[in-house]
């Protein structure tokens, strides 16, 4: 045994030099993981030394060190078996039977791995350390003792994963910022192996190792497995989607646990209850009462069905009393055409078909043929054959009667005169204007605005030719002519009897006229009212500039004049005649209302800021409201509580005109998609009723101030006359109906009637239209 040993102490001694000599590569590296080691344990240096060989052999992890590992690797492979008898023979010399077993059984199942690792072990100890031969041997019992504590679970046939490491099923990326991928069973940290490979090593791995194709990681340990072919052909298995066990047989016959024979042995031997065999009193009760029943009439026994099979005659309209005959959904039989001398066996020669007949006969489709069926002569009766299309023709039959609609389709007989909404005639609702009585004629341009003296005695009118022209309305001759600097927008009559005042608007300029028509005294009061104005001490600033009127302009009747920062398109009185309203359409600012007060001459821009392009304005015949139409919506202000208390909404591109009714409940707006909206503002910020009666953009839109009459103008010329009438009683919704249609304004340039207002005591109406005359409708 001696010399054995000795061969083995001088292999170590050799390995120890080689070593020393390859020192510079190997002491960094060892360092690095004796550094990591003394982490774990701060104990002597034995203490760490252990320690890192078990860590080594509990986690399985190859360390992947410098090249000189490698080559003392292939230096020690020849030496490998010798070494391990070496140890076998050692223990046995020492005399410890169980450790010998245990030691062979080490060193049988051990992989080329673990050896290199016990290797790799024992060139750490001799280069760490300068020990003796004992202390080599000791330190090769303790790592042969951890060895056998490692081969424990060799073989273990438990269902965990993997046992070294006992993290648990947790997802492995936590530990990627670790230098440790989990803990072994003794709580200490298992380390990841140092991998430094980069592509190319990767590559060349690729090319020289055969088995690099069946190399996985282990997420659990971070060590390379290489699966074994089994394990290859279960991967492959799954990947087809079969099973994973070869021999498990999908398709194996179901056994039957029951089967539908009535056994002689019962499933349970259970004795029986004593209720299967005892009357139920319970029972008893119910078949008495059951019984009584019967006897009294109450409850009728069934009868048995009657077996004889049931026929319907599909045709049985015949009898008016079978159940078919008076059903509803009866299709009656069609009536076929009777039998003719081409349907006879021996027909007449003139219902016999010549050559060309039959070739065009059998070209048609047919559907177009006349006869269904070519005329053939025969010998005699015995000498006809069986009719070649009877299946054929007894298949469409039953076809069709299997496919005969039976939904029953509901024609609904309505008369298209019910269908009209019954409204009162027109004759019924007169007053209305109904002909063209005057024509005012002397503007040489479109006429744009035109407004009725409160007292229904004049009228004024605005041109694009830059003059306002008043006229006498009962004879249409012109009073007055006056000359502005530009075109005329807007006009508008102050509806104060008590005041002789007109409303100019041109460019960005409003005058104030007296046209000193009428009463003497009126219009000398009017201008006193003017003149008796007194300035404030302290004099505000105002967005729009107030001077009155002198010389030449104040004889001609211009008693005020409003200079505005942008151009002026609509002016408006409020009914008591002292506010004057004005729109200046412009997206970009606030300032697109004015409100002027005529007494005060002072101006307010009641909106901060501007929700969109003003269109129009108006006043509330008697409350405080006041109503501004953009160009989609109409929204209605409370001008004492200072705040938006309505929002109509059109249902309209484009708004073009709005006039208030004089009860101030209901608001009609004209738009230039060819419609008139009329709103209940108690009912809804919906349009009531949406009129689309006019072909062309509706211009102007006005109600009379009396009459149940509202009229809307156009550019297709025309004015309609509707009656309006609105109702006390609040559950009873406006009545409307359109009475009149009419014509007398020529188009000019695509434009039609401009402008629409109505007399304010007589049922007639005023229009204005770009022919430039003014047109009364009486």
Known sequence: MRPTHSGTMTKLKNKKR????NEDDQLPIFDKDGGKDGHLDDGDDDQADLSDSEESVFSGLEESGSDSDDEDEEEEEDGDEEKSSDVGEDKA?????????????????????QNSKEKKRKKKKAAGKEGGEERVV???DSGLKVS?????YEHDTSDEEDIRNTVGNIPMEWYKDYPHIGYDLDGKKIFKPIRNKDELDEFLDKMDNPDYWRTVQDKMTGADIRLSDEQVDLVHRLQEGKFGDVNFNEYEPAVDFFSNEVMIHPVTNRPQDKRSFIPSLIE??????????????????????ETTPQYYDLWAKEDPNSILGRHKMHVPAPKMKLPGHEESYNPPPEYLMSEEERLAWEQQDPEDRKLSFLPQKFACLRAVPAYSRFIHERFERCLDLYLCPRQRKMRVNVNPEDLIPKLPKPKDLQPFPTTQSLVYRGHTSLVRSISVSPSGQWLVSGSDDCTVRFWEVSTARCLKTLEVGGAVKGVSWNPNPAVCLVAVSYDDTILLLNPGLGDRLLCTATDQLISSYEEPEEAKDQPVQWAVSEGEGHEQGHRLVLKHP??????????????????????????????????????????RKSKGLVQCVSFHPVRPYFF???????RVYNLIKQELTKKLMANCKWISSMSVHPAGDNVICGSYDCRLAWFDLDLSTKPYKVLRHHKKALRSVAYHNHYPLFASGSDDGSVIVCHGMVYNDLLQNPLIVPVKVLKGHTITHDLGVLDVTFHPTQPWVFSSGADGTVRLFT
């Not at 056998?148 to 424990?152: A, C, I, K, L, N």
Request: with cysteine; hydrophobic share 30%.
């Open 566 to 607: 942008k151009a002026v398109r609509q002016v408006t009185w409020h009914g008591k005649g002292d506010y004057l309203a004005c729109v200046m359409p412009d997206n970009s600012s606030n300032l697109q209302v004015v409100i002027h007060q005529v007494s005060k001459r002072r101006t307010q821009n009641p909106f």
């Open 18 to 21: 080689n070593i020393e000599e």
């Open 284 to 305: 008893k009760e119910k078949v008495s009462k059951l019984v009584h029943a019967i006897k009294m009439g109450w409850i009728k026994p069934r009868r048995p069905k």
């Open 148 to 152: 056998s504590q490692v081969d424990e």
């Open 628 to 634: 501004v139409a953009t160009q989609r919506y109409v």
């Open 138 to 140: 000791s330190d090769r």
């Open 93 to 113: 010399a020492s005399g410890d039977g169980d450790d010998r077993l245990s030691a062979k059984d080490v060193t049988k199942p051990q992989s080329s791995g």
